[in-house]
């Protein structure tokens, strides 16, 4: 093992234990208040509603949270934020509201902005260049994994119940045991204050600006409708918690083969392939498959759109960063983790809409909007535009899905 990998060990393991516990805590609290809110009588819009605050408490949190691990520190800032995310989840069982569970949900998006900026920016600081992208494909993978698991820990209770609220707040205050424990010390340098200039990102690249906008309309509402969706068609709570997980695990088995493959040609077509592929599929199950059909087969159809709009994100990333000069990669990467947070906002409070007015069908009609417009505007730019040659490109690397400490510059 090389040396400098040796030596960030011991932080890589705590980090990505602590981690992988918060999206563990994360995937579980998205999908359960999903199906609760359906119980409760909440509306589509409503529940939509609720999944657009996470990720508006990210959008704010991302930009807030870097001052103030600045001013205390990475370790205490985790530890604060981690007591406030445990105690919200709690929230939601005190007060069975749809106003005060979309307070609370922005407020838990706050936190858990912090919480990743915390472990993004100790990883990065901690690490070379030589294994940065190892090291954060790892971590971009482990929060694939643990997506997974949180979604299928759904039926070890009764949504209907406080039981799976309060295994949520024991996972987030658990995530503090392995950075309180840990003996390493985040580098100074670790929160980035790099300028983020959303002009200029679009002059350099307009494919990503509005690809990043798409991809979080797409993902935010799968995850924050997709459960009421399921649960509409007659799913039960495990077979909705299989029904969510096989879409994470979809993206989890397809991310690394088409991030090789866009290594290897225009990142745009692989993009348009993979936005056809998740248009077509939506629309093999609203018009082929029986609403008594088997679920496995639905299972077999959420997996395969999981695998082609889940690594996306990953792969416009990497189109930018091919685009940008070297210098930027940190400010270009703010500014797209902004812009999807903007789309994550949009989305499901649109879906929601459109589920209140047209039915559960409503969902999935804004999800092929969405990826039929980034397959034609990845076509239309492909003519603007020639590819770099593939020995100038950047090497594909997992990207999590997670805020960055930045701050916005004026155009």
Same mark, same amino acid.
């Given at each position: 093992?090389?040396?400098?990998?040796?030596?960030?060990?011991? %932080?890589?393991?705590?980090?990505?234990?602590?981690?992988a516990?918060?999206?563990?805590?994360?995937?579980?609290?998205?999908?359960?208040?999903?199906?609760?809110?359906?119980?409760?009588?909440f509306?589509?819009?409503?529940?939509? /509603?609720?999944? $657009?605050? #996470? @990720?508006?408490?990210?959008?704010?949190?991302?930009?807030?949270?870097?001052?103030?691990?600045?001013?205390?520190?990475?370790?205490?800032?985790f530890?604060?934020?981690?007591a406030?995310?445990?105690? %919200?989840?709690l929230?939601?069982i005190?007060?069975?509201?749809?106003?005060?569970?979309?307070?609370?949900?922005?407020?838990?998006?706050?936190?858990?902005?912090?919480? #990743?900026? =915390?472990?993004?920016?100790?990883?990065?600081?901690?690490?070379t260049?030589?294994?940065?992208?190892?090291?954060?494909?790892?971590?971009?993978?482990?929060?694939?994994?643990?997506?997974i698991?949180?979604?299928?820990?759904?039926?070890t209770?009764d949504?209907?119940?406080?039981?799976?609220?309060?295994?949520?707040?024991?996972?987030?205050?658990?995530?503090?045991?392995?950075?309180?424990?840990?003996?390493?010390?985040? *580098?100074?340098?670790?929160?980035s204050?790099?300028?983020?200039?959303?002009?200029?990102?679009?002059?350099q690249?307009?494919?990503?600006?509005?690809a990043?906008?798409?991809?979080?309309?797409?993902?935010?509402?799968?995850?924050?409708?997709?459960p009421? @969706?399921?649960?509409?068609?007659?799913?039960?709570?495990?077979?909705?918690?299989?029904?969510?997980?096989?879409?994470?695990l979809?993206?989890?088995?397809?991310?690394?083969?088409?991030? @090789?493959?866009?290594?290897? +040609?225009?990142?745009?077509h692989?993009?348009?392939?993979?936005?056809?592929?998740? /248009?077509?599929?939506?629309?093999?199950?609203?018009? #082929?498959?029986?609403?008594?059909?088997p679920?496995?087969? =639905? #299972?077999?159809?959420?997996?395969i759109?999981?695998? $082609?709009v889940? *690594?996306?994100?990953?792969?416009?990333?990497?189109?930018?960063?091919? +685009?940008?000069?070297?210098?930027?990669?940190?400010?270009?990467?703010?500014?797209?983790?902004?812009?999807?947070?903007?789309g994550?906002?949009?989305?499901p409070?649109?879906?929601?809409? /459109?589920?209140?007015?047209?039915?559960?069908?409503?969902?999935?009609?804004? =999800?092929?909007?969405?990826? /039929?417009?980034?397959?034609?505007?990845?076509?239309?730019?492909?003519?603007?535009?020639?590819?770099?040659?593939?020995?100038?490109?950047?090497?594909?690397?997992?990207?999590?899905?997670?805020?960055?400490?930045?701050?916005?510059?004026?155009?």
């Amino acid at each position: 093992m090389p040396t400098s990998m040796r030596s960030v060990l011991p %932080t890589l393991l705590a980090l990505l234990l602590g981690y992988a516990l918060i999206q563990i805590g994360n995937t579980l609290q998205g999908t359960l208040l999903s199906v609760r809110g359906n119980l409760e009588q909440f509306s589509p819009a409503q529940i939509g /509603a609720v999944g $657009s605050a #996470f @990720w508006a408490g990210i959008v704010i949190g991302s930009l807030w949270a870097g001052r103030v691990i600045t001013q205390v520190g990475h370790t205490r800032t985790f530890a604060a934020l981690a007591a406030v995310a445990a105690s %919200t989840a709690l929230l939601h069982i005190l007060v069975v509201n749809p106003q005060v569970w979309i307070a609370a949900r922005a407020l838990t998006g706050f936190c858990f902005a912090g919480l #990743f900026i =915390v472990v993004e920016s100790w990883l990065n600081a901690s690490v070379t260049a030589q294994t940065r992208g190892q090291i954060l494909s790892l971590y971009g993978m482990t929060g694939l994994i643990a997506g997974i698991s949180g979604q299928m820990l759904l039926p070890t209770g009764d949504p209907g119940s406080f039981q799976l609220f309060c295994f949520v707040a024991i996972l987030i205050c658990l995530s503090l045991v392995p950075t309180a424990l840990s003996r390493a010390v985040a *580098p100074a340098h670790a929160v980035s204050d790099t300028k983020i200039n959303i002009m200029q990102l679009y002059r350099q690249s307009p494919f990503g600006v509005v690809a990043a906008v798409l991809c979080g309309i797409t993902t935010s509402s799968f995850f924050a409708l997709g459960p009421l @969706w399921a649960q509409e068609r007659g799913l039960n709570t495990a077979q909705i918690a299989i029904f969510m997980a096989c879409g994470t695990l979809g993206g989890f088995l397809t991310t690394w083969p088409l991030g @090789w493959l866009s290594d290897r +040609m225009d990142r745009r077509h692989v993009i348009i392939g993979t936005s056809g592929m998740a /248009a077509a599929i939506l629309l093999v199950i609203i018009h #082929f498959v029986p609403m008594d059909g088997p679920a496995w087969l =639905v #299972f077999i159809y959420v997996a395969i759109f999981g695998g $082609s709009v889940i *690594p996306t994100y990953s792969i416009v990333t990497a189109h930018v960063n091919d +685009m940008v000069r070297p210098g930027e990669f940190v400010a270009a990467a703010g500014g797209l983790l902004i812009l999807q947070g903007a789309g994550s906002v949009i989305g499901p409070v649109i879906s929601g809409f /459109a589920m209140t007015e047209f039915g559960r069908l409503g969902l999935l009609y804004i =999800v092929i909007l969405a990826q /039929a417009l980034m397959a034609i505007w990845g076509a239309y730019r492909s003519l603007q535009r020639a590819a770099p040659p593939t020995e100038e490109k950047e090497n594909f690397v997992v990207e999590p899905t997670v805020p960055v400490g930045t701050r916005l510059e004026a155009p």
